[in-house]
């Protein structure tokens, strides 16, 4: 199969590889499209931390990506027996269905989604509902299940709490808002640049600050926020904790040695929170967020699409900070 390698000095190039088998549990894949995301440069310039964090930085080949969208082609040994009420919820999926995800952003991952096949555990992929485009079912996967875990599983959002979102106009937060509306939030607040402000309204943010004009290190109402999700992991506890309410939480995205090690003592000092969120693709969060897509809760815009043969382009475009929204690449058909 044709997978994008990169080399010890990151350039991208086709290569031929051996296709892989799915084991027990798992379901090979025809990728349609990928999308890319910031871990790519991490991983392809073999940054030691946070790439080695991604994926196996040492697999040879080194093939990156973790969007995809796809159809089942095969499956491994048990996935089509269905014994029990627990296994039938593994072993629904069957050749000829489209389904999406993420890889997992793991030091173990040896595949990338750059690639023709790729293989999955049947709980890490679901079904791409009817009338979700694959392009959109893949640009959506890993920013939409990590503000829903940050916000939900880290912060605690049920209805009627107040969020504030930085990083807005982003990948992710461009979900985190959307999802706060959908998971009925009180206020979702929102901080962009000026330039994402006509974007991050359109998302349905109660409020949008825009961070040109405004500090949001000491302009925010004190006390004001159950959840401040941080998707760009550029502030400190010490410089928003005013802003949260009592018990509140600040997640952010990138992990640091004060929500490594120390996470545990925040609450104890301050009655305040501080965690990171570390996504992970399973099943019912995609489904969650699936249905969402399909009754047109949410969105996902898309800036461009690019053939996998033009690579380096949807690459160049990805370091676009004007870009508006995900850079797609279309695998299959695009070689
Ligand atoms: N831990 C996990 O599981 C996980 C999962 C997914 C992503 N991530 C990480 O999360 C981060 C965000 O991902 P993304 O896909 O959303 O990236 P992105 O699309 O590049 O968005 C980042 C946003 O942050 C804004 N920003 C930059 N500096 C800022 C600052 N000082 N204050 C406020 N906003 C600022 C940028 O807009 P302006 O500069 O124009 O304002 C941009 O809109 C990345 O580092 C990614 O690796 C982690």
Redesign the pocket.
């Known amino acids: 199969m044709k997978i994008i390698e990169i080399d010890n000095n990151a350039v991208a190039s086709v290569s031929n590889h051996v296709k892989p088998t799915p084991k027990a549990g798992e379901v090979l894949i025809k990728v349609a499209y990928s999308a890319l995301?910031?871990?790519f440069e991490e991983v392809a310039h073999r940054e030691f931390i946070p790439g080695s964090l991604l994926h196996d930085l040492k697999v040879k080949p080194l093939v990156a990506g973790w969007h995809y969208s796809g159809t089942i082609v095969s499956l491994g040994d048990d996935s089509s027996v269905t014994t029990t009420n627990t296994t039938s919820k593994q072993n629904d999926l069957t050749v000829g269905d489209l389904v999406f995800g993420h890889l997992q952003?793991d030091s173990a991952t040896r595949q990338g989604t750059l690639a023709e096949y790729i293989t999955v555990p049947t709980l890490e992929c679901a079904k791409i509902p009817s009338g979700v485009d694959l392009d959109v079912a893949a640009a959506i996967t890993?920013?939409s299940l990590?503000a829903l875990q940050a916000m939900r599983d880290i912060g605690g959002l049920s209805e009627g709490k107040n969020v504030l979102v930085?990083?807005a106009?982003?990948?992710?937060?461009t979900q985190a808002v959307q999802i706060a509306k959908a998971m009925k939030a009180s206020k979702v607040h929102a901080?962009?640049?000026t330039?994402?402000v006509p974007k991050v309204q359109g998302l349905g943010a109660d409020l949008v600050i825009d961070?040109s004009i405004q500090n949001i290190e000491k302009d925010l109402n004190a006390a004001c926020y159950d959840i401040i999700f941080d998707?760009?992991?550029?502030?400190s506890f010490a410089s928003l904790k005013y802003a949260l309410a009592k018990e509140g939480t600040l997640v952010n995205?990138?992990?640091n040695v004060a929500t490594f090690l120390f996470s545990w003592m925040f609450p104890i000092i301050f009655g305040k929170h501080y965690k990171?969120?570390?996504?992970q693709c399973n099943r019912a969060d995609l489904e969650l967020v699936g249905s969402w897509l399909q009754q047109g809760i949410i969105s996902c815009p898309i800036d461009s699409t690019h053939n996998i043969k033009d690579f380096e382009n949807a690459r160049d475009r990805q370091k676009e900070?004007k870009k508006s929204g995900r850079v797609v690449v279309k695998v299959e058909g695009g070689w």
């Open positions: 995301d910031t871990a952003y890993t920013e990590t930085i990083g106009g982003g990948g992710v937060g901080v962009c640049s330039y994402d961070r998707t760009t992991g550029k502030y995205t990138i992990p990171s969120v570390f996504v900070s």
